[in-house]
Structure formats: C-alpha cells, structure tokens
C-alpha cells in the first residue's frame, strides 16, 4: 500500500518536472545538410547573393553586420560598381569640417557595413528592450549555428506548447531559449523578390540567409579546407615513398 502511494507521489513529481522542462527548454535545432558542411564542403555563390539580398532587405533594419566591409562582397561575386552602388546607399560620419562639424557622406566601398542604430541603447529602445546582436559570427558563436539560425527563422509558432506562457511583446519559437523571442517573425513568403523575380517561401530565404551568414563568419572556409585535404595528399603521397625505400633499404635482411 505504501508502496503505492510512494509510486503515485514520484509518477506525479515526475510528470511535474518534465512538464516544465517542456516548457522553458528549448527544441534541438533542424538538421539540414548544407554545401559547406565535410571536409569537401564548399561555397554555394548564388546562395550566399541571394542570403545577402534577404539580410539588406529585411534583416540589416535592426541587425548589424560589423565585421563585413563593402569590398568582402567582391569575393562573392559583385563587381566594383555594383559595391559602389549597394555602399552609397547607406550614410557614415564624414570626417569633422573646419568648424568641427560631423556631416554624414555616403559609405564608399572600403566602409564596414553600416549599422542599423547608433549604439546598443538606441538598438534596444527600438526593440522593447531587447539588442539585436551583431550577425557577422551568429553562426560560429551558438552551437550548432547553422542549422539554429535555419530553425530560428522558420521555427515561429501561433500554437505555443500548453505550459508556456508567452510574456507581452514576446513570439513563440521553441528554438530560441525559453521558448519565446523578442523578434517578430521577419520572414513571410513574398517579402523579397529574387533576380529571376520568383518569390522565394520562407524556408528558401532562411536556407539563403544561412549560406550568407556562413559566409561572413568564417569567409576563409574554403581555403582552409583546400590546405587541409592538400597536407592529407603530401602525407600519403610521403607514406608512400617512405614504404617503398624502407621495402628496398631492408630487402637483403631476412
Ligand atoms: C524588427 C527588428 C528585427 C528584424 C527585422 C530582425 N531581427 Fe533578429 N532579432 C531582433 C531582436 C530584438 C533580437 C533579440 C531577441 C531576444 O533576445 O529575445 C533578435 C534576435 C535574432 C537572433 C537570435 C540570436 C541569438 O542570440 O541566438 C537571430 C539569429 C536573428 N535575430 C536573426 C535575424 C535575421 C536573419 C533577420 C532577417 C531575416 C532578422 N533577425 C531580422 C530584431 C530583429
């Protein structure tokens, strides 16, 4: 009889305590596979365009990208005018005048990219309170960076999980931490157009925005992968060479 009641108590505890597990942890991001992933993982150009067309157009209005300059999107296929014309459509500080006076220029192409707000009490005042981080290394810096940012972007709900209690001016996403996220949604189908004027969904925009952010946080991947698998082919090629001389140096000694 005891018993019983000893298994009801600890059934009952246990179903409390998982419940609020359920409640404020957050899901394991999706899993994709990406261009960049192995050790044979490689830049998707396009993609990465197309991600920094959605990060200009939705994203950079409250996300900074400040480790990028202008001259970065050479390596991704703009050309010099394009550059020119994607900078000067941004303002910095000019250089103080003669009688100290800070105007604003539009950015030249050796800028960084320009960020949304001043500073961080600016950003915060826009946004409830809550900062927008810096984008540049997002995907270096959570675990799983990638496939999180992909689950971020598409893993907005209206239908929260029963126990979450969603604050005001929160939105449900079980993937961000306690379940809730100072971001509105910022993707919905439509919102971009592409060059070949398609009208990309919202998980082809975060696939995008991924390749694009990807990018940013670690642009010298592919070189890096390159001397990787070159080092694997001299040793082998050394492996090689070492097993043949040591089969003719030791061929008399039985
Ligand atoms: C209206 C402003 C706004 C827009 C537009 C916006 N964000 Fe955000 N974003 C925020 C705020 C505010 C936060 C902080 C959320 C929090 O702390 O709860 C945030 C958080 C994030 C995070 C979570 C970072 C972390 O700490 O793990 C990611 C990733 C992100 N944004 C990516 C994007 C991308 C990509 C876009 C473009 C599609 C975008 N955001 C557009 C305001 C915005």
């Given at each position: 009889m005891q018993n019983k009641i000893f298994k009801a108590i600890y059934v009952t505890i246990l179903a409390a305590v998982s419940n609020l597990a359920m409640a404020s942890s957050q899901l394991p991001p999706k899993q994709i596979e990406w261009s960049f992933d192995g050790i044979f993982g490689y830049f998707d150009k396009t993609a990465i365009q197309r991600g920094f067309k959605v990060y200009k157009e939705v994203c950079q209005t409250c996300h900074s990208?400040?480790?990028?300059?202008?001259?970065?999107?050479?390596?991704?296929?703009?050309?010099?005018?394009?550059?020119?014309?994607?900078?000067?459509?941004?303002?910095?500080?000019?250089?103080?005048?003669?009688?100290?006076?800070?105007?604003?220029?539009?950015?030249?192409?050796?800028?960084?990219?320009?960020?949304?707000y001043p500073n961080e009490q600016a950003a915060r005042s826009a946004n409830n309170g809550a900062l927008p981080p810096d984008l540049s290394l997002i995907v270096k810096a959570r675990p799983d960076g990638a496939n999180y940012l992909y689950s971020i972007l598409t893993g907005y709900s209206n239908h929260p999980h029963a126990n979450v209690v969603i604050d005001p001016g929160m939105y449900y996403n079980p993937y961000f931490a306690n379940q809730q996220i100072a971001m509105p949604p910022p993707l919905s189908q439509g919102?971009?157009?592409?060059?070949?004027?398609?009208?990309?969904?919202?998980?082809?925009?975060?696939?995008?925005?991924?390749?694009?952010?990807?990018?940013?946080?670690?642009?010298e991947m592919e070189a890096r992968k390159l001397m990787g698998i070159k080092v694997l082919l001299y040793l082998i090629a050394f492996t090689a060479i070492f097993y043949i001389a040591k089969k003719r140096i030791w061929k008399n000694v039985k």
């Open positions: 990208l400040k480790y990028t300059s202008y001259l970065d999107l050479k390596k991704i296929g703009f050309s010099k005018d394009e550059i020119k014309a994607i900078a000067s459509e941004s303002q910095v500080d000019a250089a103080p005048n003669e009688e100290e006076v800070v105007k604003k220029r539009p950015a030249e192409i050796t800028d960084m990219f320009v960020p949304a919102l971009v157009t592409y060059d070949n004027n398609e009208s990309p969904s919202i998980e082809q925009m975060s696939k995008d925005l991924v390749h694009f952010l990807h990018w940013t946080a670690e642009p």
